[in-house]
T-cell receptor, first 116, second 115 residues
Framework: AQTVTQSQPEMSVQEAETVTLSCTYDTSESDYYLFWYKQPPSRQMILVIR??????QNATENRFSVNFQKAAKSFSLKISDSQLGDAAMYFCAYRRPYNQGGKLIFGQGTELSVKP | DTAVSQTPKYLVTQMGNDKSIKCEQN?????MYWYKQDSKKFLKIMFS???????INETVPNRFSPKSPDKAHLNLHINSLELGDSAVYFC??????????????FGPGTRLTVL
């Protein structure tokens, strides 16, 4: 069974600085998708970024980028120019295509705080 | 203009009661999901429906019964509520159930507290 591990329960960053959140996963599949979701105190789950395993190029979305290392099964999230609004719980998630009903398998989450 | 909505947002009830949580999506998606987030914030899939048909039923007690009257709605009914059912329940939807461009969009969550 696939597992997703986020080894940093909490992280802190100074406003305007850069922070990297770690995620590793375990799978025997070659085709899959990876996601980072953000959950602010409002509780809403918000998609931050997604990566298809067959793509070698790392995904980027404005200040958010990933470092996808397929062989190492690593999928870290880099947040540049951190803003106060980035403070939230961040979840890494894995999904297989057209199998297991499309379910997302989540990591334990990393609580990010941003200091002014 | 909420894409995925849930009602109620908060639900406080006594042990042993039966309650329902409703979910609606206006995205035209074919697939809907229920996830449970426990007190340690761990999220886990419970159910998945595609075109009103059940495609995922994770190891969930049969006190939990999802119902999908149409593609846009997936309701969760819980019988004989127990203390351990206290959690945040998230509804989500996606265009399909695993395609390459598929992304799941979440509702705001329902915080269920069983006393």
């Amino acid at each position: 069974a696939q597992t997703v591990t986020q080894s940093q329960p909490e992280m802190s960053v100074q406003e305007a600085e850069t922070v990297t959140l770690s995620c590793t996963y375990d799978t025997s599949e070659s085709d899959y998708y990876l996601f980072w979701y953000k959950q602010p105190p409002s509780r809403q789950m918000i998609l931050v970024i997604r990566q298809e395993a067959y793509k070698q190029q790392n995904a980027t979305e404005n200040r958010f980028s990933v470092n996808f290392q397929k062989a190492a099964k690593s999928f870290s999230l880099k947040i540049s120019d951190s803003q106060l609004g980035d403070a939230a719980m961040y979840f890494c998630a894995y999904r297989r295509p057209y199998n297991q009903g499309g379910k997302l398998i989540f990591g334990q989450g990393t609580e990010l705080s941003v200091k002014p | 203009d909420t894409a995925v909505s849930q009602t109620p947002k908060y639900l406080v009830t006594q042990m042993g009661n039966d309650k329902s949580i409703k979910c609606e999506q206006n995205l035209g998606h074919d697939t809907m999901y229920w996830y449970k987030q426990d007190s340690k914030k761990f999220l886990k899939i419970m159910f998945s429906y595609n075109n009103k048909e059940l495609i995922i039923n994770e190891t969930v007690p049969n006190r939990f019964s999802p119902k999908s009257p149409d593609k846009a709605h997936l309701n969760l009914h819980i019988n004989s509520l127990e203390l351990g059912d206290s959690a945040v329940y998230f509804c989500a939807s996606s265009q399909d159930w695993g395609g390459s461009t598929d992304t799941q969009y979440f509702g705001p969550g329902t915080r269920l507290t069983v006393l």
